[in-house]
């Protein structure tokens, strides 16, 4: 058809212009493109210890990225995955040291999912009842929470016996699986197991085929007697439960403890991430391997005088190329 | 005199002859528009064939036909917005060529259409000089001042500063005509004008045509309502399926020969089913929904019946189905479904209870455009307890289901999991039928359930209605074809300005009563 | 007496960049294009500054290169959601990650320990005039002039924009102009304040300018006194932190947090966001 000749020119062209962006990037590196990208493989999976320190990276990434993506399924962009995913983190430290042994670590996961959900509920009532974008309310609340989890650890969950502003180690441990002296830590098996629920839920449950309905055409969905924002608020709560949960593994299977910044930006990470993955939550898993990939190896690659923004030009090349190609012909409503 | 043989057969019930004749027509000059042998197709369907159109300066002439006669492109073919294939355009004597809107526009000719194109939240000064705003500077005085005078030469007022989203839909109606005159028409083209308004505002509005034609004006009007034809216009010209059927002074014709050339005298009498009936299922009074044509809608439907629900469209036909789903807002009135009342239900609610519907857009409310089928075919019966188990899909039952309903009606697919946007309209549409006649429906509420279906079709999903009301439920379709309506349909109502009401006994299937009492000629 | 001053003057400083972000987020709304990459428009237009600046030793050059570059971001998002017909929202995060990316990358790639630290500037009381004069000049161009006209009817309803002879697609374009414009120059005011440049320094603010015209209700001066709040109570903050201020210490995050938490409430009582430009997001 030839609406579909034009899109797909207009497609490769934008293909062809990031391309042309990110070579000229390598070139400015100073170091030879083909050292930055051997730095980069290198650094993120020449040895078990580099393959740790990506698959710990990844973890995050896959969890936050089922998040964002049953928000998208829903039609909402959950933007505030990355606040969601601080106070979950928060939440759990908080808890895991006040409570002792194996319950208190598990009360902390469960109080990390909560403090997601609760921390996008405001953005899921309004849009459901109000229209107002969730965009704007989740990136006023990721500031709000970035804000306040600051202050916290530092006024008041703050170890006094540390040098850095951070709360008390937690005692207890999560297991670990180290096959060939790659660490495999709980956080990454909850997100394959977190990415597996998803595609099953969306397939197999009346919810899933409800909540898929809203995001694909809310009209028909209220005309087949769906309450399209019973399921939206659903939605936002289900997606910032995982992400509070993402945050509250963080700390219980890899910190160990709180900090402010421990989190690189891994919620606007994961916005990438599912948007490359696209529709099948499956695809979430090679989608998140290749952004903790790109983040490992780009820490890597900073010794060879890269800096680590090439990163972030990267992900954004890559969300923009993968939202044109996915684009429908005609478009419509982007609201 | 024609009328006075109608007058044999039928009882005359409009105004007084005397009144009817208007100012008397100026004969000598040359008509302001004269539109020869138009002919447009759109693929291979013949919007026009041949239709030739004279109208002179300072009358009201009106244009009338069916949904589909061609009147509507006569007019945008007049007004530049498409160019026919043959024939020709002549403006007072001069031949005219349009390529846009644009030198129609500057060759004195107005349009304004049956919804106001009106952008809500400008002001009506706005509102008036987009697009002729006459420089890239307003000079927002003058201008008020010249809309002042302009308003008040018509007898308008505005308030220039209000949002245009908050005038009365009499009021933008008011403003479109000050937009015509703003850009200098001389030669106004009017798309039911009166279609939204309520009697008296409708009245009042004539009135400023009636001012505009005697300062020399040539006023068309595109109109469904023969009332207003044989109150307030001089010419007038009949249309059906894209040909010309007759043009004459109003005077010389009455609205039971205007009735009967729009309709055609092809129709007969189709046999009448007479079904068993049950208790009421569904009762409605008061119905009203704010700010929609929906005023006062009544009917009370017993199990078993097949109502044809016939009117132009725009009456309340969408609102009435809609407020029966429970989607439409702000609705008043008492709606009952076996007994119970339904203000409080959720839509979902009321599916579950077996309210299906067949909406009128497919597209948009139908179905989900990049799903598959099987996800399509259970759209709205995805909760009834054989596809469910607990909160678990059941995949074998939703498949089975799937293919009974794809099969209803002889969808043409190659499998269940190809997208429904492949599949042709008229598949579509078989689809969303046999979804809606799945075994279960109590009350089926169809919006032109064989919309781009053939006649064959057509038959066999009027037939499943039919046995799904001989099975105990009730069917309310709303159409716009009467002859389908009348060969399927128990009984028909016709609904009008927002009302329901049924034709008069004895003749409760007489095509040219129903048709009178569709474009109010009675 | 000499406090007052104080604070009004440091409400100036907080405010001006936001003032001119948030025009230009107008300019692009106004017009229905969704647009949440001023902060990406703004750090770019930062770091170009700086740069050309420092590379040419010329303060107009160095301003021509902000906007240029703030401009190219707000052509391209034009670009991908008129032509390519993509989510604005999947737009502006791909043009925000690219740009605070890129400017990490190119900062630290171009600026050594040798150059010069001082980056030639222009007088800062000329962005302060503009940041306070432009909004009203918008507004009047807004209301008296076809353009302002256009702008509003593209915006409101593009479909009847078109069928009254209009052409959005081309307002728009003028719309995402001067938004990158403006954001360019909220950029430039930065740097000039600072007088270096600090990876990543526009610290959200582009967002925060969003939030000021959502409050503002989509309109200039409205938009451009929320701004002023904003930099008020920062100014406060700065000013009162750790003194006892109504008799309690309230941390400094209540202050930072506050036109966030504005916004979020505006966007909860405000129903169905009904002073949005009704036509926002529509092609």
């Excluded at chain 2, 359930?449 to 037939?463: F, H, K, Q």
């Excluded at chain 3, 990543?200 to 001066?221: F, H, N, Q, S």
């Excluded at chain 3, 309690?248 to 916004?263: D, G, H, M, R, Y």
Aim: hydrophobic share 50%.
């Amino acid at each position: 058809m030839k609406a579909s000749f034009a899109a797909n020119g207009r497609n490769l062209a934008l293909l062809a212009g990031s391309a042309g962006v990110l070579f000229a990037a390598l070139q400015m590196s100073g170091t030879p493109p083909v050292d930055v990208l051997t730095g980069l493989a290198k650094g993120s999976m020449g040895s078990p210890a580099a393959w740790s320190g990506t698959l710990r990276e990844t973890a995050p990434l896959l969890l936050a990225g089922v998040a964002v993506m049953l928000g998208l399924r829903a039609g909402l962009f959950n933007i505030g995955v990355e606040g969601q995913l601080l106070v979950g983190a928060l939440t759990c430290a908080v808890t895991a040291i006040h409570l002792p042994g194996a319950g208190g670590l598990l009360a902390g996961l469960v109080t990390g999912a909560l403090g997601g959900a609760l921390w996008a509920a405001p953005a899921g009532l309004i849009k459901a009842y109000r229209g107002g974008h969730e965009v704007i309310t989740t990136i006023m609340l990721n500031s709000i929470a970035a804000l306040f989890t600051a202050s916290l650890v530092t006024k008041v969950f703050r170890d006094p016996t540390q040098q850095s502003v951070t709360t008390s180690y937690i005692a207890q441990r999560m297991p670990m699986a180290t096959p060939g002296a790659v660490e495999i830590n709980a956080a990454l098996v909850a997100g394959l197991l977190a990415a597996l629920w998803l595609a099953w839920w969306l397939r197999r449950t009346v919810a899933g085929y409800e909540l898929m309905a809203v995001g694909e055409n809310p009209v028909a969905a209220e005309f087949a007697g769906i309450d399209r924002r019973v399921v939206q608020v659903k939605a936002m709560l289900m997606s910032g439960a995982l992400a509070g949960l993402a945050g509250a593994l963080q700390v219980a299977a890899v910190e160990h403890r709180y900090y402010d910044g421990f989190s690189p930006g891994y919620g606007f990470d994961a916005l990438g991430v599912a948007l490359l993955a696209g529709a099948h939550p499956l695809a979430l898993v090679p989608s998140a391997l290749l952004f903790g990939v790109l983040e490992k190896g780009g820490s890597a690659i900073q010794i060879l005088g890269v800096p680590k923004g090439i990163v972030g030009v990267v992900l954004g090349v890559v969300i923009v190329v993968s939202a044109a190609f996915r684009t429908r012909k005609g478009g419509g409503d982007h609201g | 005199m024609a009328t006075c043989h109608a007058m044999g057969r039928l009882q005359w019930r409009g105004p007084p002859l005397h009144q009817l004749t208007p100012m008397p027509v100026e004969l000598q000059s040359p008509p302001s528009v004269r539109m020869t042998d138009i002919s447009k197709s759109f693929g291979a369907f013949k919007a026009l064939d041949n239709v030739s159109l004279t109208a002179h300066a300072g009358t009201l002439h009106a244009i009338v036909g069916e949904n589909g006669a061609g009147k509507t492109t006569l007019m945008r073919a007049l007004y530049g917005a498409l160019s026919p294939e043959s024939g020709s355009i002549e403006l007072g004597g001069k031949a005219q060529h349009f390529g846009s809107s644009r030198s129609a526009i500057q060759a004195g000719v107005g349009m304004m259409s049956q919804h106001p194109a009106l952008i809500p939240d400008l002001n009506c000064l706005e509102n008036l000089i987009l697009g002729a705003e006459g420089g890239p500077f307003l000079k927002l005085g003058a201008v008020r001042a010249r809309a002042e005078e302009l308003a008040s030469r018509l007898g308008f007022r505005f308030d220039w500063n209000l949002p245009a989203g908050r005038l009365s839909p009499a009021a933008a109606q008011r403003l479109e005509v000050l937009k015509l005159l703003w850009r200098g028409a001389r030669i106004m083209i009017l798309d039911e004008p009166t279609a939204m308004l309520s009697p008296a505002d409708g009245e009042a509005l004539f009135g400023t045509f009636r001012r505009l034609a005697e300062e020399g004006a040539t006023v068309l009007f595109v109109t469904h309502h023969l009332g207003d034809v044989t109150r307030y216009c001089e010419e007038v010209t009949v249309l059906r399926a894209g040909r010309l059927i007759g043009a004459m002074p109003v005077a010389q014709t009455s609205a039971f020969e205007l009735a009967e050339m729009i309709v055609g005298r092809k129709l007969e009498p189709p046999a009448a089913y007479y079904p068993t009936l049950g208790p009421p299922l569904l009762e409605i009074s008061g119905l009203n929904a704010i700010g929609t044509p929906l005023r006062d809608a009544e009917l009370t439907l017993r199990e078993g019946e097949l109502l044809g629900v016939i009117g132009v469209d725009g009456n309340g036909q969408r609102e009435l189905l809609r407020a029966i789903l429970g989607l439409q807002p702000q609705v008043t009135g008492n709606l009952r479904f076996a007994g119970r009342g339904l203000q409080h239900i959720p839509t979902g609610k009321r599916v579950q209870m077996g309210i299906r519907v067949i909406p009128e857009d497919r597209l948009a409310e139908g179905v989900v455009e990049d799903w598959n089928l099987e996800w399509n075919s259970v759209l709205g019966l995805h909760r009834l307890p054989q596809m469910v188990h607990g909160n678990l899909v059941r995949l074998g039952a939703r498949s089975r289901a799937a293919q009974e309903i794809v099969e209803r009606f002889g969808v043409k697919y190659s499998s269940l999991s190809m997208p429904v946007r492949s599949l042709s309209g008229g598949n579509q549409q078989r689809l969303v039928a046999g979804r809606a006649l799945y075994p279960g429906a109590k009350l089926l509420l169809a919006f032109q359930p064989a919309r781009g279906l053939d006649l064959l079709a057509t038959r066999e999903v009027y037939e499943g209605i039919r046995s799904a009301c001989a099975a105990g439920a009730a069917a309310i379709v709303v159409g716009f074809d009467l002859d389908e309506l009348l060969a399927n349909c128990d009984r028909l109502m016709v609904m009008s300005r927002g009302v329901l009401r049924s034709p008069p006994p004895g003749v409760e299937r007489n095509p040219i009563v129903i048709g009178q009492m569709m474009v109010e000629a009675g | 007496m000499g406090e007052i001053g104080l604070l009004l003057g440091s409400t100036l400083a907080l405010s001006a960049p936001l003032m001119l972000a948030a025009l230009g987020g107008y300019t692009s709304e106004r017009s229905g294009v969704i647009n949440i990459a001023l902060e990406g428009m703004m750090i770019t237009s930062c770091c170009a500054t700086a740069l050309i600046g420092l590379a040419t030793g010329s303060a107009w050059l160095g301003v021509a290169g902000g906007l240029t570059s703030a401009v190219l971001l707000s052509m391209l998002h034009w670009l991908l959601t008129q032509n390519y017909r993509m989510n604005p929202i999947i737009s502006g995060m791909g043009i925000n990650a690219v740009a605070l990316g890129g400017t990490n990358y190119m900062s630290q790639r171009l600026i050594t320990v040798d150059t010069p630290d001082k980056i030639p500037v222009l007088p800062e009381s000329l962005y302060y005039v503009l940041a306070v004069s432009l909004p009203v000049l918008v507004a009047i161009y807004a209301a008296t002039t076809r353009g302002g006209l256009w702008l509003k009817a593209a915006g409101g309803d593009p479909r009847k924009a078109r069928l009254a002879g209009l052409r959005p697609d081309r307002i728009r374009l003028g719309g995402l102009f001067a938004t990158g414009v403006f954001s360019g120059l909220s950029g430039v005011l930065i740097v000039t304040h600072a007088s270096r440049y600090v990876d990543g320094m526009t610290d959200g603010r582009g967002y925060i300018a969003l939030a000021a015209l959502i409050l503002g209700g989509w309109k200039p001066v409205r938009a451009a006194v929320a701004c002023l709040a904003f930099g008020f109570f920062s100014a406060l903050q700065i000013q009162f932190q750790g003194t006892n201020l109504f008799g309690a210490q309230l941390p400094s995050e209540v202050w930072s947090s506050f036109p966030f938490v504005a916004t979020v409430f505006a966007l909860a009582l405000l129903s169905g966001q009904s002073s949005a430009p009704p036509g926002l997001g529509k092609l």
